[in-house]
């Protein structure tokens, strides 16, 4: 593995666009972007065309800076009977006008009654670049903030509670299995892939632990308690803030790999059960549904695949199929943050070039040359390739198929199949 | 402050990005914080061509100025003709965290002072809140007062120029098809299409031509204005939609052009005989198909007014509400919209258009994608003919010209059944 950096112009999508994804992954919740025209007309051109209506734009008048508390203002008066949350994102221009957004959030928390994250989406990271879904990092970290913080022994308590409650309806598969789980465990990420954290959940359980909650949270249950003793397994690789924000209140933020792939989904399993205190192996397991997937493996065999994609689950990604028989050519990140992604980095075989901050011309033109059987492509270079006759997937299609655990391991494969069945029926055609 | 639930313009940058993308040898530098660059892919999934967007991020903050990493606009512009060996002009774009940021614009030798080419079109004038049309009207203008050729003879046969709507607009490059497909009719050929599809040559041979039709004033009307003071070069103004303004605008190009007005009449009619179907629609409905029926129309300001008339005095609708999000350009459109309709306004906030329109309770809305919510909840048609429209089609169907008037004839039909 070598990692080279480009210091060129990525193409990456804004990670302001995910706002209308997040606010459906979060019912209840009210979304105010606060900043100027351009910030609306960003989320309003790179969404749906009937954007979620729990969306809505503070657009402030760069010839009149709001004042100290209007914000505040504003969101009581937009939040609506049903809201159980209210979101502020700010970013570059309205702090350049003047907002401070963390006062805003601590003000209308008080006037509502309610929980209020301030979501700072432009404040740097200590490594530079920009991911299309580090919003998604920025509203998670939030979103622990706005965690209930208790002390261990109450959190083992209530996880022991929440065990004959039944999270998730799955209780029964973790039960017999359960070996004296010590902390509770929480698992942070897979906003925008649904199932993910079913899937894990019920995997943990089968080794013998039981998730206290997840944050976003799933099918209504909310939001866990994060503090002193928590295990929080993060499940993507772009969580670098929200993992800090975990361990910033105390909690066990587990260093291992990301559970994607059957190889980072085994040594997820086993170090998150290992640190709550329920020591498994999951080598058998692993090693069986490497089995399960010998057909599929056979179709990535030997594929040659580049990664010019924007999301940061490239490196997982790539770590994976590189692991189920494909030539990994090139893994482009934009922003690479290797202490976080330090497990997974050195997981990374031998044959991978990393490319950190790419240039996208560079880019182009390294895959002209290569030629690859696949493009893992960021929106802003997909047409250009698909025009120039490469065979094209955009990243954001592997994230929602669900791409975590041993069932998001098939499903990528399953995925790189029907891209390869669907380039081939073309192919055949003559036209 | 405002609470919104859209925006019907992007801004300022994003204009001047459009217009940028819009031509051929003009590459954009957009200087903005490094998670604004979306304008690549939202060239990518709109136009769909294939063609990388023409623009370079020169990302604000993130320099690491002992590096040659992009971030260094001066350096970020320069680089960009030796990266890009076509392009012949370069014009800056700043986004408005960047103009907020107080950063001043960097000062380049006079053209050709260093041997080198072009000095990059700065657009100084950008200020924050500035919208994307004001915007790319402003930065044509640039584009053609730093290109038109001077002392440039107009051409021995009678030659326009076309000044249509930049990309992204709904079927632009159709309009302009149209648009010379009635002028070559009439026996005027077209001498340069600005902006869609432009090259700098074309912009240097601009004061060649003997008029310049202005199909999209919003983008042209300050290029226009300039080639007529400078260069003297007449314009047609009248909106090209609807067979009456395609009719007026074609009678107004020969006058121009000084043609024979008989043959110019004999062309129109053969148009309406053979080509538009509006007047066929009209007549054929039975009058009460249209009377007392209302109509909302809203948009950017030469579709609106053009529709508009086009809906009330040719069809026979009742266009109860016509309005703009132009605030700039409010006189003007409230001028123009009272030819037709007592109800002409100008409003930006989606909401309170919603309320307008709503107000007049219409049986049809022409608007853009923002009025789908409305047009739903009060289970009328939308012909969402206005931008900004959300569909892409592959084929590029126009609504100017005769052509575009058969068009708008079917969609009217469909609408109001």
Wanted: charged share 25%.
């Amino acid at each position: 593995m070598t990692i080279l950096n480009e210091s060129g112009i990525p193409d990456v999508l804004p990670p302001l666009h995910a706002v209308n994804g997040l606010a459906q992954r979060l019912p209840g919740a009210l979304v105010i972007v606060a900043g100027t025209r351009a910030e609306a007309h960003l989320v309003r051109s790179l969404s749906p065309a009937l954007p979620d209506p729990r969306v809505t734009f503070a657009v402030l008048d760069p010839d009149d800076p709001p004042q100290q508390g209007q914000l505040a203002g504003l969101a009581v008066e937009a939040a609506g009977r049903g809201t159980e949350l209210v979101l502020l994102v700010c970013g570059r221009t309205a702090s350049s006008l003047g907002v401070d957004a963390a006062f805003e959030a601590r003000l209308a928390a008080r006037k509502l009654d309610l929980p209020v994250g301030a979501v700072d989406s432009d404040a740097p990271y200590p490594t530079p670049g920009v991911l299309s879904t580090d919003l998604e990092d920025r509203v998670l970290a939030a979103l622990v903030g706005l965690c209930p913080k208790r002390r261990t022994s109450e959190l083992v308590e209530a996880a022991s509670q929440a065990k004959r409650g039944g999270l998730f309806g799955l209780r029964g598969r973790g039960r017999e299995e359960a070996t004296g789980q010590g902390r509770p465990v929480v698992l942070l990420g897979a906003a925008l892939s649904p199932g993910s954290v079913a899937g894990l959940v019920a995997e943990l359980a089968r080794t013998g632990v039981e998730v206290s909650g997840a944050v976003p949270d799933v099918g209504g249950a909310g939001l866990p308690p994060v503090g002193e003793g928590t295990v929080v397994g993060v499940l993507d690789p772009n969580l670098g803030t929200a993992a800090d924000a975990s361990r910033d209140r105390g909690a066990r933020v587990v260093r291992t790999l990301l559970p994607i792939g059957v190889d980072g989904t085994a040594r997820f399993l086993q170090d998150v059960a290992a640190e709550a205190g329920a020591g498994s192996s999951e080598v058998v397991r692993a090693r069986s549904v490497w089995e399960e997937l010998g057909a599929l493996r056979n179709r990535v065999r030997g594929k040659r695949i580049f990664f010019a994609g924007d999301t940061g689950f490239e490196v997982p990604l790539a770590r994976f199929l590189a692991d189920a028989g494909a030539v990994v050519l090139e893994v482009g990140a934009p922003r690479l943050d290797r202490r976080f992604l330090s497990e997974e980095l050195q997981t990374l075989g031998p044959g991978v070039d990393v490319v950190v901050s790419p240039d996208w011309r560079g880019q182009l033109q390294r895959i002209e040359a290569a030629r690859p059987d696949v493009v893992v492509a960021s929106p802003g270079l997909y047409a250009p390739l698909v025009a120039r006759g490469h065979l094209c997937r955009p990243p954001r299609d592997f994230v929602r198929a669900g791409l975590h655990g041993y069932e998001g391991a098939r499903r990528v494969l399953e995925l790189l199949a029907k891209t390869f069945d669907r380039a081939e029926a073309l192919d055949a055609l003559s036209l | 402050m405002r609470l919104l639930g859209g925006v019907y313009e992007g801004p300022g940058s994003h204009g001047i990005l459009r217009l940028a993308a819009s031509m051929r040898g003009v590459h954009a530098v957009l200087r903005a914080g490094p998670g604004e660059g979306y304008f690549p892919a939202l060239y990518s999934g709109r136009e769909r061509d294939g063609r990388p967007a023409p623009v370079t991020l020169s990302p604000l903050h993130e320099g690491r100025r002992e590096s040659y990493a992009p971030g260094d606009l001066p350096r970020d512009l320069s680089g960009v003709a030796r990266r890009h060996p076509g392009v012949e002009a370069v014009i800056l774009a700043r986004s408005e965290a960047a103009l907020l940021s107080g950063e001043a614009v960097p000062e380049f030798p006079a053209p050709g002072a260093d041997g080198g080419g072009p000095a990059p079109i700065t657009c100084d004038w950008q200020t924050p809140g500035m919208g994307e049309t004001e915007a790319a009207e402003l930065a044509l203008e640039d584009l053609v007062r730093a290109h038109a050729g001077a002392k440039l003879e107009r051409t021995q046969y009678p030659t326009v120029n076309l000044f249509g709507p930049p990309v992204f607009g709904p079927g632009a490059g159709a309009e302009y098809d149209e648009a010379e497909r009635l002028l070559n009719l009439v026996g005027v050929e077209v001498n340069a299409r600005v902006p869609l599809g432009a090259t700098v040559e074309d912009l240097r041979r601009l004061p060649r031509a003997w008029a310049s039709v202005l199909l999209y004033r919003e983008v042209g009307e300050s290029a226009t204005l300039f080639l007529q003071d400078e260069h003297g070069i007449g314009r047609v103004t009248t909106p090209m939609i609807g067979a009456a303004g395609t009719g007026a605008a074609l009678r107004a190009v020969g006058e121009a052009c000084e043609l024979d007005p008989r043959f110019v009449d004999r062309t129109v009619w053969s148009e309406l005989s053979r080509t538009s179907k509006l007047p066929w629609y009209a007549r054929l409905e039975r009058p009460e198909a249209f009377a007392g029926r209302r109509a909302a129309v809203f948009g950017d300001f030469t579709y609106p007014l053009g529709l508009g008339y086009a809906l009330a005095r040719e069809v026979g609708l009742d266009v109860a509400a016509c309005g703009t999000y132009l605030v700039h350009l409010e006189r003007d459109f409230l001028f123009h919209a009272q030819t037709f309709t007592e109800g002409g306004f100008v409003e930006d906030d989606p909401q309170k258009v919603a309320g307008r329109i709503e107000a007049v309770r219409p049986g049809l809305i022409v608007g853009t994608e923002l009025e789908a919510p409305i047009a739903e909840a009060l289970d009328v048609p939308l012909l969402p003919l206005c931008y900004p429209a959300g569909d892409r089609p592959f084929v590029e169907r126009p609504l100017m010209g005769y052509g575009g008037s058969s068009i708008l004839a079917d969609r009217l039909d469909e609408a109001l059944g």
